[in-house]
């Protein structure tokens, strides 16, 4: 079974600054691992994937996560948080034929 | 760029009324998810098609909730009779393929049961 916690049910930065969405997996068989991001009354947007390939992911609009093994992670990064960024991010992870979505974090930009 | 098409995008329903919501998943994915999003949290799948079968519907309350995909293609998600605790989001997505897929979704139908 395959399981995602997304740590912060909410984040808050300023413009310019670091934005870090956690996330932390577990799943019994090697993991595929996405994010996506939502916007208010939008469905799911994906922003990037992970699929063995490497373990630094880039993806759109500057995001990147990094999959590390050894801590069960897929945290989400940007270098410089833009006020377009404020929106609902989901963590999901894939493996038994389906996908398991955690609880979200929601960002908000600070100007 | 193709897109998941939902429609209605929003739905205003009595209790005990039914209502039906429609998908069109892009072109050649052959599986189709339906979720239901309650505000604050993440989705959770109802139901998932691989062509027009029925391939998990585990979570489904088929007491009140029937979904379709007669030709493998579009698809529909009926609840009857609804219910206050029914007011959700309701995401449709596809994917090539089952698995490891990355899957896209549609804008969704924000259903209120009054």
């Known amino acids: 079974a395959q399981s995602v916690t997304q740590l912060g049910s909410h984040v808050s930065v300023s413009e310019g600054a670091l934005v870090l969405l956690r996330c932390n997996y577990s799943s019994s068989v090697p993991p595929y691992l996405f994010w996506y991001v939502q916007y208010p009354n939008q469905g799911l947007q994906l922003l990037l994937k992970?699929?063995?390939?490497?373990?630094l992911v880039k993806g759109i609009n500057g995001f990147e996560a990094e999959f590390k093994k050894s801590e069960t992670s897929f945290h989400l990064t940007k270098p410089s948080a833009h006020m377009s960024d404020a929106a609902e991010y989901f963590c999901?992870?894939?493996?038994?034929?389906?996908?398991?979505f955690g609880a979200g974090t929601r960002l908000t930009v600070k100007p | 760029e193709a897109e998941v098409a939902q429609s209605p995008r929003y739905k205003i329903t009595e209790k005990s009324q039914a209502v039906a919501f429609w998908c069109d998943p892009i072109?050649?994915?052959?599986?189709l998810y339906w979720y239901r999003q309650i505000l604050g949290q993440g989705p959770e799948l109802l139901v998932q098609f691989q062509d027009e079968s029925v391939v998990d519907d585990s979570q489904l309350p088929k007491d009140r909730f029937s979904a379709e995909r007669l030709k493998g293609v579009d698809s529909t998600l009926k609840i009857q009779p609804a219910e206050l605790g029914d007011s959700a989001m309701y995401l449709c997505?596809?994917?090539?393929?089952?698995?490891?897929?990355?899957?896209?979704f549609g804008p969704g139908t924000r259903l209120t049961v009054t």
């Open positions: 999901a992870v894939s493996g038994n034929n389906d996908m398991r």
């Open positions: 997505a596809s994917s090539r393929l089952a698995g490891t897929y990355e899957q896209y």
């Open positions: 072109s050649g994915h052959a599986t």
């Open positions: 992970y699929t063995s390939a490497a373990t």
